[in-house]
């Protein structure tokens, strides 16, 4: 049964490991974290679905003396599938040590990097897209300094990585400067020039050489040579460790056939990323490894077709195809489907067979089977009796096989028939249009024609039609729709025959998500494909030139592909992955370093992995990890738990619930002012996903897999059925109270302001859904037990100061008794808040218990699960407005679903209505109902009801527009507040009349040549493209923010180094940078002329709750500046010390250095720290803040996607204290407002239980789905006394604007109803209908017209018989 090697042998960034009796299960990221220094690689997600693991595997081949190398997500890559391979993680490229790699330097210098925790996976991605292009030998050498790479590619290289933080502007950019092709003034800010700059930007960048990095090392190389004789397999079959690894189909049976396999025990994997896929719910111990057999990945190529082994990889197989001329067509068709598989990451160890068998055996929505369908592929199979050849339709429809059954091979055949016109495409329709996103449906086409005797059309001789992934078992071939086109001219009638066919044939399943929208995506795809066929559905080219861009604004080639039969007729994915950007902000000179573009403290090291977050402290001895058992069901008595009789439930060392409080505690798991929740539901359980206990494991894996094992008893005897909706709240009369000074109060009379009114509206409605954090770093704390009955907990929370107290009171122990610890969060957005202190608790409450460290590093699902998001809500409103779009009065009915408890809930009205505000209205009034529900409590997230708030007042706008025929941007302008009513709405937060700038910064937006240039392109883009509409909008923000009491503290060491520490914490936001800034310009404030940079002797360190008191929460966008002023204060107290001494020693002799000052003053016992605890002024609490955004999108109206053209903010930051910085916050906050508008679909089931619950299902924006154009401006408004230095909030205000987003979709959605009105006579009104958020792809093609291409064939029959 093949040789016995017991151990592994590897290298990672050049160190030999060998390891021996490994847990088979154990991924290579599981391995790097706990067992190597290396922290580089991250979990983000576990599913291949984010990037934050992605490291860099090198293989060698000694016989030919080759290495293979590619990326690969090492959360899913198994530890023994990797032997003798080299493994190089972010470390390995450069470190603190050894010195950064340009990659990390060029991400920290174009500001790429905000909390950090995707940017080790994005130089890893980047750097095997540079190390792939510089192996190409097929391009010119590129110019010193750069790479192969080409700008296009540099795209690419991050398509499948996920930053939640910086809206990948800058990631890009990072990228791109290393492409041969690219134009440096198109990069963005960046620290390496300042624009303007004359000099050759080419030498400033950090310099990359190609090769710079040894990625094999020599040592393992010789190693592969001499052991085994010249094999690079491992030969690692130890049956007692279970990784078996057999190098024949023999061996493979003879193992297969043994006594020692159970099915359910046992798993055969090649790249093992199908458990990216399905989550398993058990653990295996036993795993066969087909790698090792030869016959899996041979690859034959000959005139009839292609072979591929059933263990090559998917990126290989990209590769062969592309290269094929045989049958060129089709092979490079089905190349480019399979490039928007997963991502480069994922496709480099996927294997063909591993998605065909899944295909097979568990419905998985595959492209692979569905494209290989359409190419009359067949596959070779190998059973325990027998080898067949199925064609893959065959093979598709038998019962899933057993895992006995092996696939061999995938045959495509080359369909290069001389003399007949063959056509072949491939189409697929998903959330996110280059991959990463399993399509919404599916399909391929391919067809042989010929010309039509009779007509000057087409006929169809031959067709074979492939759909899947539309909510089918497997993907299936049309069949009756093929017979009926087979022999028949392609006219407008027969393809509406053969569309009444498909939609009968393309039907998903029952429970499958939008089933009318997948089949109506059917019909569009056939509808690309074959309308070039029909003569009478050939028009005319028409052009817009008004842009210079005529190819891009053809009718979408759907009417002009005659001469062009096998390109890609319809454009349908939007894969052009050009963006450009462009950053106007001034740099502040008077309070320098302060107001400077200064790099992101700690990018570098944030880069190179070095940073330390909490999962990567090292674990201490004797650590356990912990994994919440959490409630499926809304409203429940909790009757017992018990455990699967499975391995996993093996791993269970102890289990924690409510019975297990310490006595003089309490059962309390977060609190915020206005309640407290518990930590674990006792008899009763109030909401799905509530903490029922905290499982503890030897590791964080069996910790999470056996919590999966628990088998909850629940009953719902003598229980009402559960409060979910507003609805059900409204009618149960379930509502928390408002505290009165929170409730938003009325301005003016409404009844008097309906009077006014020349028209009104009395019922409209507004429905909003939520949205959930997708921090990239999920919920995690360690806790460990200190003597005297302390504890310390590190925590990535936003708010130590309630953690500590929180984790007091539930183990009845003194506040001073425990220590909670932060330095950095992995992106917080409002969710560490009060879940991040239940996790911290939860794991202190073990620790204490066991007197062992206890840690948690909660997993995606649950994350998602048990963390709320942001308030869903229902409006109904009426409003009154003149003639000419003055508006005269609103009244709103707010109806927010808070869930179980409080938490920041009751604040959000006033949040709301804050926003809402930023019109005149004329009168206002609200009714607020802040309803209960057996919900998760939904907490504070970014831009906390600002989000909605601006967002319902867009959509009143929006209606009132489109009732009065007018444009809306102009309904906006007229009522902007003057700053009279300004006053009157924001009564004592409106500041000056000189500081009121929104009606200049949106003037500057819609007043520009560019806006007006843009509408009337738009216009003409419109009358000329069928098929695709484009819409734009401008909208405004008035945003008010509060600034809350800080401290901060500044102490300088006898080295003159200086060390601050502040409340806030740093989440990405650039606190610490500004911070940092301040200390020196404080500081620096000894020398007046400001000569002295002490920039680099200031170090910001962790929050300590122990060490700095009364840190607050770090939220509400002003914290950044609360924290600078303290440190501004407190650097006042430390002049104030030190300027008599140096006074002093000036006049002895002349100039004094900052290092002559410190050591003199610590000699004479100066008090070298200094701390505050700063109070904002009683009149100066909060302040609004002004922008406005300007997007232009595209929408298809063939499937609904949704390109976003361009987008250009312009925002009122102040003067801001760091342009860089806040850039970073406008553009990250606004690509996370699009994806509330456009992408987040934030689903739950009937308990309530989220089922958007991983990067399967869930979407945030990715690379290919930010504007094309992102601009951002500054516009300053000057000086103002009370604000911090002149500054601005900038973290939240900007999110708010990415509704311009959604307004110009329902323009473009009107354009398209307009013209669908007008074709089929529909009684829908064009202008006036519900846009929900997110419009999504079927949101948007369901108001297009689910039908639109049969209306369209319909008037076109109906147009001829008329001729006829
Ligand atoms: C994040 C992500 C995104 C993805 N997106 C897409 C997408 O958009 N479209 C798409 O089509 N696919 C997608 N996939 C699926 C991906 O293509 C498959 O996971 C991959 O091809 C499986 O190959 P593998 O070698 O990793 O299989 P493994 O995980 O090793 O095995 C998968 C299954 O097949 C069995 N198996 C493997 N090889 C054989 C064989 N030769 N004979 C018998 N049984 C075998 C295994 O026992 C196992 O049950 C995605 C996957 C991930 C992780
Ligand atoms: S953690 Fe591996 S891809 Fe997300
Ligand atoms: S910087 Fe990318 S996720 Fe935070």
């Given at each position: 049964m093949g040789r016995r090697v017991e151990r592994l042998v590897f290298?990672?960034?050049?160190?030999?490991?060998?390891?021996?009796?490994?847990?088979?299960?154990?991924?290579?990221?599981?391995?790097?974290?706990?067992?190597?220094?290396?922290?580089?690689?991250?979990?983000?997600?576990?599913?291949?679905?984010?990037?934050?693991?992605?490291?860099?595997?090198?293989?060698?081949?000694?016989?030919?003396?080759?290495?293979?190398?590619?990326?690969?997500?090492?959360?899913?890559?198994?530890?023994?599938?990797?032997?003798?391979?080299?493994?190089?993680?972010?470390?390995?490229?450069?470190?603190?040590?050894?010195?950064?790699?340009?990659?990390?330097?060029?991400?920290?210098?174009?500001?790429?990097?905000?909390?950090?925790?995707?940017?080790?996976?994005?130089?890893?991605?980047?750097?095997?897209?540079?190390?792939?292009?510089?192996?190409?030998?097929?391009?010119?050498?590129?110019?010193?300094?750069?790479?192969?790479?080409?700008?296009?590619?540099?795209?690419?290289?991050?398509?499948?990585?996920?930053?939640?933080?910086?809206?990948?502007?800058?990631?890009?950019?990072?990228?791109?400067?290393?492409?041969?092709?690219?134009?440096?003034?198109?990069?963005?800010?960046?620290?390496?020039?300042?624009?303007?700059?004359?000099?050759?930007?080419?030498?400033?960048?950090?310099?990359?050489?190609?090769?710079?990095?040894?990625?094999?090392?020599?040592?393992?190389?010789?190693?592969?040579?001499?052991?085994?004789?010249?094999?690079?397999?491992?030969?690692?079959?130890?049956?007692?460790?279970?990784?078996?690894?057999?190098?024949?189909?023999?061996?493979?049976?003879?193992?297969?056939?043994?006594?020692?396999?159970?099915?359910?025990?046992?798993?055969?994997?090649?790249?093992?990323?199908?458990?990216?896929?399905?989550?398993?719910?058990?653990?295996?111990?036993?795993?066969?490894?087909?790698?090792?057999?030869?016959?899996?990945?041979?690859?034959?190529?000959?005139?009839?077709?292609i072979e591929f082994g059933a263990a090559v990889t998917i990126s290989t197989a990209i590769e062969v195809l592309r290269e094929e001329n045989n049958g060129a067509v089709i092979f490079k068709k089905i190349a480019d489907h399979m490039n928007k598989v997963a991502s480069p990451f994922v496709r480099n160890t996927a294997s063909l067979g591993g998605n065909i068998m899944m295909a097979q055996r568990s419905e998985f929505a595959s492209d692979i089977v569905t494209i290989l369908l359409a190419a009359g592929s067949t596959v070779c199979i190998q059973t325990s009796s027998e080898r067949v050849t199925l064609t893959l339709e065959e093979f598709l429809v038998r019962p899933p096989f057993d895992y006995k059954t092996l696939l061999l091979s995938i045959f495509i055949p080359s369909w290069s028939i001389a003399g007949t016109d063959l056509l072949f495409e491939t189409y697929r329709a998903a959330p996110r249009p280059i991959g990463n996103a399993v399509a919404y449906l599916n399909c391929a086409f391919l067809a042989q024609i010929s010309q039509c005797k009779e007509s000057d059309g087409f006929v169809l001789d031959k067709i074979q039609l492939a759909f899947g992934a539309y909510g089918t078992q497997h993907a299936t071939r049309a069949r009756k729709v093929e017979e009926f086109l087979v022999g028949r001219a392609v006219t407008a009638s027969v393809l509406l025959e053969a569309f009444g066919l498909l939609?009968?044939?393309?039907?998903?399943?029952?429970?499958?998500?939008?089933?009318?929208?997948?089949?109506?995506?059917?019909?569009?795809?056939?509808?690309?494909?074959?309308?070039?066929?029909?003569?009478?559905?050939?028009?005319?080219?028409?052009?817009v030139l008004s842009n210079g861009d005529s190819a891009k604004y053809s009718d979408g080639g759907v009417n002009n592909c005659e001469n062009n039969m096998t390109s890609n007729i319809v454009n349908l994915d939007h894969d052009d992955l050009h963006f450009s950007s462009q950053q106007e902000v001034e740099f502040g000179k008077g309070y320098l370093p302060v107001g400077e573009p200064t790099k992101k403290a700690g990018a570098e090291i944030q880069a190179s992995g070095e940073a330390v977050y909490v999962d990567d402290i090292p674990a201490p001895k004797d650590c356990l990890y912990g994994a919440f058992i959490y409630s499926t069901r809304a409203l429940a008595h909790v009757r017992g738990i018990k455990f699967n009789n499975s391995l996993a439930s093996e791993k269970i060392v102890s289990v924690f619930t409510a019975k297990d409080i310490?006595?003089?505690?309490?059962?309390?798991?977060?609190?915020?002012?206005?309640?407290?929740?518990?930590?674990?539901?006792?008899?009763?359980?109030?909401?799905?996903?509530?903490?029922?206990?905290?499982?503890?494991?030897?590791?964080?894996?069996?910790?999470?897999?056996?919590?999966?094992?628990?088998?909850?008893?629940?009953?719902?005897?003598?229980?009402?059925?559960?409060?979910?909706?507003?609805?059900?709240?409204?009618?149960?009369?379930?509502?928390?109270?408002?505290?009165?000074?929170?409730?938003?109060?009325?301005?003016?009379?409404?009844?008097?302001?309906?009077?006014?009114?020349?028209?009104?509206?009395?019922?409209?409605?507004?429905?909003?859904?939520?949205?959930?954090?997708?921090?990239?770093?999920?919920?995690?704390?360690?806790?460990?037990?200190?003597?005297?009955?302390?504890?310390?907990?590190?925590?990535?929370?936003?708010?130590?100061?309630?953690t500590q107290s929180v984790i007091a009171k539930c183990l009845g122990i003194p506040f001073h008794n425990v220590r909670v610890i932060t330095r950095r969060v992995g992106g917080g957005f409002g969710g560490k808040t009060s879940k991040a202190i239940t996790v911290a608790a939860a794991c202190a409450l073990a620790a204490y218990k066991l007197r062992r460290p206890v840690r948690m590093y909660m997993d995606r699902k649950t994350d998602m699960i048990m963390v709320g998001a942001r308030h869903p809500m229902k409006v109904k409103y009426s409003v009154g407005f003149k003639s000419e779009g003055k508006l005269t009065a609103l009244h709103i009915d707010l109806r927010i679903n808070a869930g179980i408890s409080e938490d920041f809930s009751p604040l959000l009205p006033k949040c709301i209505i804050s926003s809402l505000k930023g019109y005149n209205w004329g009168a206002f009034s609200c009714d607020v109902k802040l309803c209960k529900t057996n919900l998760i409590s939904k907490s504070a997230m970014r831009a906390p009801g600002h989000l909605q708030g601006s967002y319902i007042a867009e959509a009143i706008i929006e209606h009132v527009a489109s009732i009065l025929s007018l444009d809306a941007n102009y309904i906006r302008r007229k009522n902007l507040h003057t700053f009279e009513s300004l006053t009157l709405y924001y009564q004592g937060n409106f500041g000056e009349a000189s500081s009121y700038s929104l009606p200049s910064v949106f003037d500057e937006l819609v007043l520009s040549p560019t806006y007006q240039q843009h509408v009337e392109m738009i216009k003409n883009f419109n009358c000329a493209n069928k098929w695709k509409k484009r819409g734009i909008s401008c909208m405004p923000t008035v945003y008010e923010v509060t600034l809350r009491p800080t401290p901060g503290k500044v102490s300088v060491l006898n080295d003159g180094s200086v060390v601050v520490e502040v409340g806030g914490i740093e989440i990405g936001q650039g606190l610490w940078t500004k911070v940092k800034q301040m200390a020196a310009f404080g500081l620096g404030k000894l020398w007046e002329d400001g000569s002295m940079n002490l920039l680099e002797k200031v170090r910001v360190v962790q929050a300590d709750t122990i060490s700095l008191i009364q840190g607050g929460l770090t939220a509400g966008s002003t914290t950044s500046e609360s924290s600078c002023e303290a440190v501004r204060l407190s650097c006042g107290i430390l002049v104030e010390r030190l300027m008599p001494l140096k006074e002093r020693l000036q006049e002895l002799g002349g100039s004094v250095s900052w290092g002559t000052l410190i050591a003199q003053a610590s000699m004479e016992s100066v008090n070298l720290s200094a701390s505050t605890y700063w109070v904002p002024d009683r009149t100066f609490k909060s302040y609004l803040n002004y922008g406005a955004a300007l997007s232009e999108v595209e929408i298809d109206l063939l499937t609904g996607a949704t390109t976003i053209l361009r987008s250009d903010i312009l925002y009122d930051c102040g003067k801001s204290l760091n342009p860089a910085v806040d850039v970073g916050q406008v553009e990250g906050a606004f690509v996370q407002g699009i994806g509330f508008f456009v992408n987040e679909e934030h689903l739950s089931n009937s308990d309530g239980v989220v089922l958007t619950d991983?990067?399967?299902?869930?979407?945030?924006?990715?690379?290919?789905?930010?504007?094309?154009?992102?601009?951002?401006?500054?516009?300053?408004?000057?000086?103002?006394?009370?604000?911090?230095?002149?500054?601005?909030?900038?973290?939240?205000?900007?999110?708010?604007?990415?509704?311009?987003?959604?307004?110009?979709?329902?323009?473009?959605?009107?354009?398209?109803?307009?013209?669908?009105?007008?074709?089929?006579?529909?009684?829908?009104?064009?202008?006036?209908?519900?846009?929900?958020?997110?419009a999504t792809m079927p949101v948007v093609k369901e108001l297009c017209g689910l039908d639109n291409v049969d209306k369209y064939l319909e008037s076109i029959s109906a147009r001829r018989s008329v001729k006829a």
């Open positions: 290298a990672i960034n050049g160190e030999r490991y060998e390891v021996s009796g490994v847990d088979p299960s154990t991924t290579l990221l599981e391995f790097i974290r706990t067992r190597t220094p290396y922290r580089g690689p991250k979990l983000g997600c576990g599913e291949g679905g984010c990037g934050a693991c992605v490291v860099f595997l090198s293989k060698y081949d000694p016989i030919a003396d080759l290495v293979e190398e590619f990326s690969a997500s090492s959360c899913l890559t198994l530890l023994c599938s990797i032997n003798f391979y080299s493994i190089t993680t972010t470390e390995g490229l450069g470190n603190v040590k050894d010195g950064f790699h340009s990659i990390h330097q060029r991400m920290a210098g174009f500001h790429a990097s905000q909390c950090g925790f995707c940017t080790p996976g994005m130089c890893m991605s980047l750097f095997s897209a540079l190390v792939n292009a510089d192996k190409k030998t097929d391009r010119p050498e590129p110019p010193d300094g750069f790479s192969k790479l080409t700008v296009s590619e540099a795209a690419r290289a991050i398509q499948g990585n996920l930053c939640r933080c910086t809206g990948y502007r800058p990631i890009l950019d990072a990228c791109k400067s290393f492409a041969t092709d690219v134009d440096l003034e198109d990069l963005g800010l960046n620290s390496f020039w300042k624009k303007g700059d004359k000099d050759l930007k080419t030498t400033k960048l950090p310099r990359y050489s190609s090769g710079g990095v040894c990625t094999f090392p020599e040592f393992l190389k010789t190693e592969i040579r001499s052991s085994s004789g010249v094999s690079n397999e491992a030969k690692l079959t130890s049956i007692e460790k279970g990784w078996y690894r057999p190098d024949s189909v023999e061996e493979l049976y003879k193992l297969l056939n043994s006594n020692a396999f159970d099915e359910r025990k046992v798993k055969l994997v090649v790249g093992n990323t199908s458990s990216g896929v399905y989550k398993d719910t058990d653990l295996y111990d036993k795993y066969i490894d087909l790698q090792a057999i030869p016959e899996l990945s041979v690859i034959k190529k000959d005139n009839i077709g939609r009968e044939t393309v039907v998903a399943s029952k429970g499958t998500s939008h089933p009318e929208y997948r089949t109506s995506l059917a019909v569009s795809f056939l509808f690309s494909f074959l309308c070039p066929l029909a003569k009478e559905l050939t028009e005319p080219r028409k052009t310490p006595s003089g505690g309490e059962n309390i798991g977060s609190i915020f002012m206005f309640g407290s929740e518990r930590l674990f539901a006792d008899l009763l359980t109030e909401y799905a996903g509530e903490p029922l206990g905290i499982l503890i494991a030897e590791t964080q894996r069996f910790a999470n897999i056996a919590a999966k094992q628990a088998i909850v008893d629940y009953d719902m005897e003598n229980l009402e059925p559960p409060i979910l909706t507003v609805e059900d709240a409204i009618r149960r009369e379930s509502y928390f109270q408002i505290p009165p000074p929170l409730n938003p109060k009325p301005v003016g009379d409404f009844s008097k302001g309906m009077a006014e009114a020349d028209r009104t509206i009395q019922s409209g409605e507004v429905n909003l859904g939520s949205q959930y954090y997708f921090y990239m770093e999920t919920q995690t704390a360690l806790a460990l037990p200190d003597e005297d009955n302390c504890m310390v907990v590190y925590c990535s929370t936003q708010y130590t100061e309630l991983g990067t399967w299902t869930y979407k945030p924006p990715t690379v290919d789905t930010i504007p094309k154009q992102l601009n951002v401006e500054f516009f300053n408004s000057g000086h103002h006394q009370k604000r911090v230095l002149s500054s601005k909030a900038s973290g939240e205000p900007p999110l708010v604007l990415a509704a311009s987003v959604h307004c110009a979709i329902r323009q473009a959605i009107r354009a398209a109803r307009k013209v669908h009105v007008s074709t089929t006579g529909s009684e829908n009104s064009p202008s006036i209908f519900e846009l929900a958020v997110p």
